[in-house]
């Protein structure tokens, strides 16, 4: 089993409408998880943190589920600049070695 | 967050060659590490680069091959040794700060072996 499965997409999704993808871990000892954004040919950037309680940034909402082991990443109103691959990102403790990378889902915004 | 500079941004190599990777940082950084993203996979952590001593590797990567330097808490390079087409690959530069558990990435060195 993979530690970290994501659905590779590609999801192809109307300008403006309200597209989720989920990831779920294997590690229930994992601690901290994060969404990165990545572009073609670009390195990864952060998108954001998953709290326990949820967090919301903008038109970003990320949620966190321990008990089912999945984190969840909603974007509303969505934007052709949100076209990229998001990478879940899952931490067991301290330092890179303890990060596990998911192999992205592939999102395109049509107009 | 971490300003990181790797250079060079993208390169193309004979086989059999080598190539050294810089990754410079703005700011003193606890930990430094070099990942590589081959097409259309993940990312994958070469190793940890640890300052004034040797560096980390992970399974599957020795020190031969890539050998890691980190004189100080903001430089590190990355050698790609004996490069063959199979090392052709993005190679990224990431640091986590001293103030949070967050990963920041360089831009990355794209290299082509033929």
């Known amino acids: 089993r993979k530690e970290v499965e994501q659905d590779p997409g590609p999801f192809n999704v109307p300008e403006g409408a309200t597209v989720a993808f989920n990831c779920t871990y294997s590690n229930s000892a994992s601690q901290s998880f994060f969404w990165y954004r990545q572009d073609c040919r670009k390195e990864p950037k952060l998108l954001m943190s998953v709290y326990s309680s949820g967090n919301e940034d903008g038109r970003f909402t990320a949620q966190l589920n321990r008990a089912s082991q999945y984190i969840s990443l909603l974007i509303r109103d969505s934007k052709l600049s949100d076209s990229a691959t998001y990478l879940c990102?899952?931490?067991?403790?301290?330092?890179?070695?303890?990060?596990?990378f998911g192999k992205g889902t592939h999102l395109i915004i049509q107009p | 967050s971490a300003v990181i500079s790797q250079k060079p941004s993208r390169d193309i190599c004979q086989r059999g060659t080598s190539l050294t990777i810089q990754c410079q940082v703005d700011?003193?950084?606890?930990?430094m590490f070099w990942y590589r993203q081959q097409p259309g996979q993940s990312l994958t952590l070469i190793a940890t680069a640890n300052q004034g001593s040797e560096a980390t590797y992970e399974s599957g990567f020795v020190i031969d091959k890539f050998p890691i330097s980190r004189p100080n808490l903001t430089f590190s390079t990355l050698t790609v040794s004996n490069m063959s087409p199979e090392d052709s690959s993005i190679y990224l530069c990431?640091?986590?700060?001293?103030?949070?558990?967050?990963?920041?990435f360089g831009e990355g060195s794209w290299l082509t072996v033929v």
């Open positions: 990102v899952v931490k067991q403790g301290g330092g890179a070695d303890g990060l596990t």
């Open positions: 990431s640091v986590e700060t001293v103030s949070g558990n967050t990963i920041y």
């Open positions: 700011s003193q950084v606890t930990m």
